[in-house]
């Protein structure tokens, strides 16, 4: 028994000091000699994942500026990163002390944040296939226009959605809206110049195009959180940079010759063919592999704290005590009555306003998945309990063990053993959950995947080599698990 318990102790305190580590630090309040940058990195030239190679390490426009305010004004740069959609809000959090992500000063922004000077002017155009003769706002009467959600080009397609009859479809990642026009399923797209250069080259079958109608250019400024007092400083850096040609110098390093020209130049995909070539992310296969330690940290860490308490919940639902059980059940019916992406989200958007605990994407994720699969751990647990023999309740008491002691070396173990082919099927269902994490911005396996696709204008090769990975931890897990379970059988 003695050694059952040191297991698990050290289980639980390697899982701590893996998470431990992992746990990016996040400096907040500005004043402090690190300031957190947040962007999101899913739009060459300016921000994107350099995925040559296994460092992960966001590269582009923007992050040269932001390093060189950084080395001007003498702080330590942390970046973060997450959709484009959750920039602002991880503003007004104080999860970050600005925001650079080619974002455009409007007026509804300003109400809530504040911006710099803009650092760069850029147009929108309207993407499609070469064929498709679509070039002004005209052009787009009873045509599906998509956009990236919570841009500036949403609120421009909105806005010409009043005089012309278009539909509009909000994306998260530019890359899906250019698949979509590859797919047929979207007309056009109303992206930036710079930008849609990059997905111009790469896909010989789309061409780009100024929009003339449209009057406010897409110029880019940092954001800050109301009221910050790093706009000062940060504006007297960008007016020295454009005085002194470095903007000039950068924006020639990265609009000009631009990040995709590595790209390979084999023929685009025609509309209808789905041309799978994977050598073409075969220099980002270590990128992606680099996600599994991530995903099965995660995985286990939520497993093993999640028995933990599904184990307690079970005792509260079984001991009789009223208000226990009450607790217990309610709990449960919540965590199992609601989807866990939308408890994931409020677990990681509101517990800095609720506590002021800034807490990181990962932990976040665990302590969901945990909360979450404790509720429908408790039920199968309740279950091996109570189908333990009543003879064996009987027998302990009778020679005198404490209720404790026997429900944890005589109940316990047997319920444990008949469960679990159901505790295994509750992990292979949170390794193929732990994907969602992908959505808060931890680069898992399948969010690495989504990175690489992005970077290299492709979809499916990336995705496809995801699932597989998924699939391979999956055999392993269920391997694993036979072998045990044939095992703990041999003991009986
Ligand atoms: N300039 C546009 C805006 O502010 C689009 C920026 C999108 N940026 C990104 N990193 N995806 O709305």
Same mark, same amino acid.
């Given at each position: ?106 007026? +509804? =922004?300003?109400?809530?944040?504040? @911006? &710099? #000077? ?6 929108? /155009?309207?993407? !499609?296939? *070469? ?116 903007? +000039? =110098?950068?924006?020639?390093?990265? @609009? &000009? #010759? ?6 390979? /130049?084999?023929? !685009?995909? *025609? ?222």
């Amino acid at each position: 028994m003695k050694k059952r318990r040191l297991f698990l102790f050290t289980v639980i305190l390697a899982i701590a000091i893996i998470v431990g580590n992992y746990h990016l630090s996040v400096a907040s309040s500005v004043g402090k000699e690190t300031l957190t940058m947040i962007t999101s990195p899913d739009y060459p030239p300016y921000e994107f994942y350099e995925t040559q190679g296994s460092d992960r390490k966001i590269v582009g426009f923007d992050i040269d500026i932001a390093n060189y305010i950084r080395q001007k004004l003498g702080f330590k740069l942390n970046i973060a990163q997450s959709d484009f959609n959750g920039l602002i809000p991880a503003l007004q959090a104080k999860r970050a002390d600005f925001v650079m992500a080619g974002m455009t000063p409007t007026p +509804e =922004r300003r109400e809530n944040i504040d @911006f &710099s #000077i803009i650092y760069y002017e850029a147009k929108d /155009t309207l993407v !499609a296939l *070469k064929s498709s003769n679509l070039r002004k706002s005209e052009d787009l009467a009873g045509k599906i226009i998509g956009v990236q959600l919570g841009t500036i080009q949403e609120q421009n397609g909105k806005q010409i959605a009043e005089t012309v009859n278009i539909q509009l479809k909000q994306l998260n990642k530019v890359s899906e809206i250019v698949q979509e026009i590859k797919a047929g399923r979207i007309d056009a797209a109303i992206v930036e110049d710079t930008v849609a250069l990059g997905f111009v080259k790469a896909n010989s079958d789309l061409e780009f195009n100024v929009i003339p109608s449209i009057e406010n250019a897409s110029g880019s400024a940092i954001a800050f959180p109301k009221g910050s007092q790093l706009v000062k400083p940060f504006n007297d850096v960008l007016q020295q940079m454009k005085n002194n040609g470095e903007l +000039e =110098r950068l924006s020639k390093k990265w @609009f &000009s #010759i631009t990040p995709t020209s590595e790209v390979s /130049t084999s023929p !685009a995909p *025609k509309k209808d063919r789905l041309n799978l070539d994977f050598r073409r992310i075969i220099p980002d296969i270590p990128f992606i592999l680099k996600g599994i330690p991530l995903t099965l940290l995660f995985t286990l860490s939520s497993v093993f704290l999640g028995l933990f308490w599904g184990t307690a919940l079970s005792f509260f639902k079984i001991s009789g005590i009223k208000p226990l059980g009450w607790f217990a059940n309610i709990y449960t019916s919540i965590f199992r009555g609601t989807p866990l992406l939308l408890q994931l989200s409020l677990v990681y958007f509101a517990t800095p306003q609720l506590t002021g605990y800034d807490i990181s994407a990962l932990q976040a994720g665990i302590l969901t998945f945990t909360l979450n699969s404790g509720a429908y751990m408790s039920e199968t647990i309740r279950g091996g309990i109570q189908a333990v023999d009543k003879g064996q309740f009987e027998a302990a008491m009778s020679m005198g063990v404490t209720y404790w002691m026997m429900m944890w070396d005589v109940i316990l173990p047997q319920a444990l053993k008949n469960i679990l082919p159901a505790l295994v099927n509750e992990t292979i269902g949170l390794l193929k959950d732990s994907s969602l994490v992908a959505t808060i911005g931890v680069v898992e396996i399948l969010r690495s995947a989504q990175i690489v696709g992005a970077n290299r204008y492709i979809y499916f090769e990336p995705l496809l080599f995801a699932g597989l990975i998924y699939y391979v931890l999956v055999m392993g897990l269920s391997f694993g698990a036979s072998a045990l379970e044939r095992k703990l059988r041999r003991s009986d």
